[in-house]
């Protein structure tokens, strides 16, 4: 497709599990943002690649989430031992660049049991 | 401490009729502004953008308004569709940050 894909769409895991989230960004986009989405919130920042280089990661709540993309397309947001307050959406955009719209896709909502 | 607020949940609006949403910010470093419209269980889309250097834009039936010395900007859609029913998100962009800051949103819902 031509948008960006994340999969899965849902996930449920019990606390204390490993959860792997993935985004496909539109091809050719060189900027991927993870952001995470509590309930009644806006789309809270989590990181920023350029290409496979990690920019920034200052969003990212804790040591227990890691991001990357490593050959500068896919990118994989891994959340270890999972807690209750990690329930969120976490969305993936892309851009052309670090700036201006970003293209979302449909985001991977996470339960947390 | 939150750069972008939406003060509003939620508005009702009925059909045909003028739907204004607000937003305001703290950042005066950023360097524009976009909207984005949700709908449950898909990712926010782009609406419409606006430069910090314009004070409006017009987008069909979108028109974003900017006021830099109050930092202030406001959405209004008109005429005002049952498909406009949805959440909607300011968002600002530039100032020293990656990506966008945005508000907690306003659930616009268009009466028939």
């Known amino acids: 497709g031509a948008g960006v894909s994340q999969s899965p769409r849902y996930k449920v895991a019990k606390r204390g599990q490993d959860v792997a989230l993935r985004c496909d960004p539109i091809s050719g986009h060189v900027s991927l943002f993870w952001y995470q989405q509590a309930l009644g919130q806006g789309p809270e920042f989590l990181t920023y690649f350029q290409n496979e280089a990690q920019l920034d990661k200052s969003g990212l709540p804790s040591d227990r989430f890691f991001a990357e993309r490593p050959e500068g397309s896919v990118s994989t947001l891994k959340i270890q031992r999972t807690q209750q307050e990690d329930s969120a959406v976490y969305l993936c955009?892309?851009?052309?660049?670090?700036?201006?719209?970003?293209?979302f896709g449909e985001g991977s909502r996470l339960t947390v049991l | 401490d939150q750069q972008v607020k939406q003060n509003s949940p939620s508005l009702s609006v009925q059909e045909g009729r003028i739907s204004i949403l607000n937003c305001d910010y703290t950042?005066?470093?950023?360097?524009?502004f976009l909207w984005y419209k949700k709908y449950p269980a898909e990712g926010p889309t782009f609406l419409i953008s606006i430069s910090s250097i314009k004070d409006k834009n017009e987008d069909g039936r979108f028109t974003v308004f900017l006021n830099k010395s109050a930092k202030h900007l406001s959405l209004h859609i008109v005429p005002s569709q049952p498909g406009d029913s949805a959440v909607y998100f300011c968002a600002g962009g530039g100032g020293g940050a990656d990506g966008l800051t945005f508000g907690k949103g306003t659930h616009l819902i268009i009466q028939p």
């Open positions: 955009a892309s851009s052309l660049g670090a700036h201006g719209e970003l293209f």
């Open positions: 950042n005066s470093m950023f360097d524009y």
